[in-house]
């Protein structure tokens, strides 16, 4: 477990793709999330 | 039938509870817009951005790095943790197969043409994950991924190469032997394929991760289970833990310095 | 000025030649606006009526009508380019090199090419999100949905073998890159599992197959191109008009 702190470049590499995929996973989801509530109020508003 | 009566038919077959308007103008004249802005766009890149055009194809000079096209790079940065029987073929076969099963095994009548999260919850956040992994790949495949196929952040200098630190990677079978002292001979021997305890014990751990996998949304998620049945199940959990599965290994490998989980004379995982 | 604008109208339109292409005249009644999508070959593609919901931008941000317009540019274009291009190793690369010095619009066309393609990639894995996020797959439209993620990969395949055409560097590599991919494959690659225990060697396995050789050669050349122009256009084609009639014959599943 040193070594990952031993290179920086490793965990940077991991952290990347951790926080890299959790962003655009969130991303898509809140896409869908926001339309889901833009055509909800839409709906509302008529 | 006479083209007025055709146009009544079809008029009438539409004239439903539900709001319609005629197709000439208002649909056609957004599809008229949009090829406008979309021509117009691909005239201004074509100006400012030529298509590149490099030497002539040489098969003496390898360039370093080959790039596949931006849309393989995905599959090329896998090829960094799985071998190319793999990230080549294997996974990109499942990829296919896993979308092209989707409408089949979602039994969930929600959502049906609309946008909606929270009445879909395990669909939009797994196919999410699934677009994330895949261009979170891209991403580094095009902007990371320099000299020697080392990483490269956009602040370091690009034409140097990188120093290959000695990592010395480990496969799973040896940390097994080394953390439990087991012997190195093998208990059984087919053809090529001498069987040690430790590479018996990766495959449980290997064969174990889908069958916990299974076996858990199963107890602790039993109406997950019974609306999707068992064969809709088996496909999605497998096709799920497999997607999973490909990012676990990916940090196993930059955590761990674990190079292959399962070891055979004619294949490696 | 609005009479002599309406006297030239007249002029073009009220004649047997003008009337004899277009039947019905510019639909400006309801009942030629229904007309037209009877009469008209192109727009026939399209129902008389439609929903008013179904004509949000937000709902499908015109997606899959952009990657169909990016391919028929691409097809425009790339007949363009056909004229210019050998697709023979010793001059490939310098037809390419022509059409951006000698031809008139060479660069622009070729540029326009490139550019549609990988606008196209983009929107078909952004239409198949859209499609995707708003459930446009479920009953009874599974079978579209599975026509259109053959498309994708058809579409990746054709933006692949069109990327060995102009024989540099990057093509040169790009495709050795891939094609040693084939080459791993269980069974049918000689580097694959249990490849070579079947028999597979490099001059009879699926790389042999695809490559028309064991080296990316004149020959792989020779097969991307005709790949790429010709067989998996007609193809696309084929599939896309079977993509667009299911979706006319589903009905489109957009909000009301």
Redesign the interface.
């Known amino acids: 477990m040193d070594e990952i702190w031993g290179y920086p470049h490793r965990l940077g590499i991991t952290l990347f793709l951790i926080f890299g995929t959790a962003l655009l996973t969130v991303g898509f989801i809140g896409f869908t999330a926001w339309l889901e509530q833009s055509f909800k109020k839409e709906k509302i508003k008529k | 039938m006479e083209i007025s009566a055709l146009i009544k038919n079809e008029a009438e077959k539409t004239r439903s509870p539900e709001d319609t308007v005629l197709v000439w103008p208002n649909l056609v004249y957004i599809e008229l817009i949009s090829i406008l802005v979309a021509t117009a766009s691909l005239l201004f890149l074509s100006i400012i951005s030529p298509a590149p055009l490099e030497e002539l194809a040489s098969a003496d000079t390898t360039p370093n790095p080959t790039k596949a096209p931006w849309y393989f790079l995905g599959l090329q940065e896998l090829l960094v943790y799985f071998d190319p029987w793999l990230a080549g073929v294997v996974l990109p076969t499942m990829i296919i197969i896993g979308l092209i099963i989707i409408p089949y095994v979602d039994p969930n009548p929600n959502g049906k043409g609309y946008y909606t999260f929270s009445e879909r919850k395990f669909s939009v956040a797994g196919f999410s994950f699934g677009l994330g992994l895949w261009y979170i790949l891209i991403v580094i495949g095009v902007w990371t991924r320099g000299l020697d196929w080392s990483w490269y952040w956009p602040w370091s200098d690009w034409h140097v190469h990188m120093s290959v630190t000695a990592v010395k990677l480990v496969d799973l079978e040896l940390i097994f032997e080394n953390m439990f002292g087991l012997p190195k001979e093998p208990l059984v021997t087919l053809g090529r394929y001498g069987i040690t305890v430790a590479n018996l014990i990766t495959w449980v751990f290997f064969l174990g991760y889908y069958a916990v996998g299974f076996t858990v949304p199963f107890l602790l998620f039993r109406n997950f289970y019974n609306k999707l049945g068992l064969i809709r199940y088996n496909l999605v959990m497998f096709f799920f833990l497999s997607m999973s599965g490909v990012m676990l290994k990916m940090l196993l490998r930059l955590t761990f310095n674990i190079k292959y989980l399962v070891v055979t004379p004619w294949f490696k995982i | 000025m609005k009479e002599m604008i309406a006297k030239i109208v007249s002029l073009i339109t009220d004649n047997q030649v003008y009337r004899s292409i277009f039947r019905h005249g510019y ?1 400006t009644t ?2 030629n ?7 008209s070959v192109i ?1 026939h593609l ?10 949000k ?3 499908t941000w ?1 997606l899959g ?2 990657t169909f ?2 391919f028929v ?1 691409l097809a425009i274009t790339g007949v363009f380019l056909m004229f210019y291009y050998v697709p023979d ?1 010793r001059r490939a ?1 310098n037809d ?2 022509d059409l ?1 010095t000698v031809v008139y619009f060479g ?2 066309f ?7 393609a ?2 196209m ?1 983009l929107s078909v894995w952004l239409h ?2 859209r499609v ?8 009874p ?2 079978f579209n ?2 026509v259109g ?1 053959i498309l ?2 058809l579409t ?1 395949v054709l ?2 073998t069109g ?1 060995l055409l ?9 495709v ?3 094609s ?7 069974l049918l ?1 000689n ?4 490849g070579p ?1 079947i028999g597979m060697t490099p001059e009879n396995d699926i790389r042999f197959v695809l490559l028309g050789g064991t ?1 990316v050669g004149q020959s792989a050349l020779l097969r991307f191109y005709v790949l790429h122009c010709l067989a998996l256009p007609l193809v696309s084609a084929v599939l896309m008009a079977v993509h667009f009639w299911r979706i006319r014959k589903d009905g489109f ?4």
């Open positions: 639909p309801d009942a606006r229904a007309l037209i999508m009877f009469s727009l399209h129902p008389v009526r439609v929903r008013r919901g179904a004509l931008i937000r709902f015109c009508g952009l317009f990016f540019m190793t690369y390419i090199k951006g660069s622009l070729r540029n326009m090419h490139r550019w549609s990988h606008a990639v198949m999100t995707f996020m708003t459930g446009s797959y479920k009953p439209r599974e949905w599975v993620v994708l990969v990746l933006s692949w990327y102009p024989w540099d560097q990057l093509a040169l590599w790009a050795t890159v891939g040693k991919m084939a080459e791993a494959a269980p690659g580097a694959g599992p249990f225990e080296v599943s957009g909000p009301l």
